[in-house]
């Protein structure tokens, strides 16, 4: 097979991959945009090396023509979440798109992979668009917590220094840290509700932030400098005493305040017409 028909089987995957991306990454903006905890901590992804398919179609015996069908992860997209209550919902958000249809699932959670290795995994079809037309295409999707991430990169760099033949004393140090991973991702659980409300009020107070300096510069543009800037040292006053509630009782009554410009606006622009 020439480069170039590797360039051009590989070019839509890596479409794909860029796409969900986007697409989850999207996702984590607007739960955070809505003051909502957001299950996707990170999004990242990869087409895999052609080294990489070769080694598996001849590992699994898988002739040419079927490369596109079988080997499942050509293109890969892994959503680190930071809870392991959040998997659930992300492998549920993605079985209820309609961009994606999923063909299988693996759960490396409840069933331990012999090296220790835990995840969820989903192979979807995704469709990207080409100059050729629609093409079809299956996508693996690895949804796992930070820590089984740092465990999985770490033996995945091993596997590749030793040549997929980890020696006794090494392989015993990971089992003992895939442990010590359990008991880490099930401490974190215990402290979630916690760790989910801080999260939120301090998503919130950016979100709030943001809302009041906006109205602050749309007045800026309809009223009274001299008053826009009292009202922004009003704002930086409150600001620094870090209370949230007198910071959301500023914005509900900025907001009165740019209403009633903003209908004084309409008034002017009606008496002109
Ligand atoms: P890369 O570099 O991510 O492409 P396979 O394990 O590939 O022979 P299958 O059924 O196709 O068989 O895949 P499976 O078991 O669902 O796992 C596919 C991917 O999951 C792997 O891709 C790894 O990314 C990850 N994975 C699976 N098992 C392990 C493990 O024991 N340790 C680590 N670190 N990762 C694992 P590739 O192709 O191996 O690598």
Redo the contacts with the bound molecule.
């Keep these: 097979m020439e480069i170039q028909l590797w360039r051009s089987i590989l070019d839509p995957y890596d479409l794909a991959v860029k796409e969900l991306i986007v697409k989850f990454e999207h996702i984590r903006k607007e739960h955070r945009d809505n003051d909502m905890y957001s299950p996707i901590e990170q999004v990242s992804g990869?087409v895999?090396s052609v080294a990489?398919i070769l080694e598996?179609m001849q590992?699994?015996s898988i002739p040419m023509d079927q490369m596109e069908e079988l080997v499942?992860?050509i293109a890969?997209v892994r959503v680190i979440c930071q809870f392991e209550e959040d998997i659930e919902a992300v492998a549920e958000l993605i079985r209820r798109r309609h961009d994606l249809r999923v063909k299988s699932e693996?759960d490396?959670l409840s069933h331990i992979?012999e090296?220790?290795?835990r995840?969820y995994?989903m192979i979807a079809y995704y469709k990207v668009e080409t100059l050729e037309g629609t093409k079809e295409l299956q996508v693996?999707i690895?949804i796992r917590t930070m820590a089984m991430n740092f465990w999985?990169?770490v033996?995945?760099s091993l596997?590749y220094k030793y040549k997929g033949d980890i020696p006794p004393h090494v392989t015993d140090r990971l089992s003992n840290a895939a442990d010590a991973i359990i008991s880490l991702d099930h401490e974190m659980s215990s402290v979630r509700s916690e760790i989910m409300d801080a999260q939120v009020s301090s998503q919130m107070q950016v979100n709030l932030v943001r809302d009041i300096l906006g109205d602050i510069e749309q007045l800026y543009r309809l009223s009274n400098k001299r008053e826009v800037m009292k009202i922004q040292d009003e704002f930086l006053r409150i600001f620094r005493t870090k209370d949230i509630l007198k910071l959301e009782r500023f914005q509900r009554e900025l907001d009165i305040i740019a209403e009633g410009y903003r209908a004084q606006e309409i008034d002017h622009e009606t008496d002109l017409c």
Aim: aromatic fraction near 8%; charge should be positive.
């Design positions: 990869r895999k990489s598996k590992r699994k499942e992860d890969g693996k490396y992979k090296s220790g290795y995840s995994h693996e690895q999985a990169t033996e995945h596997q």
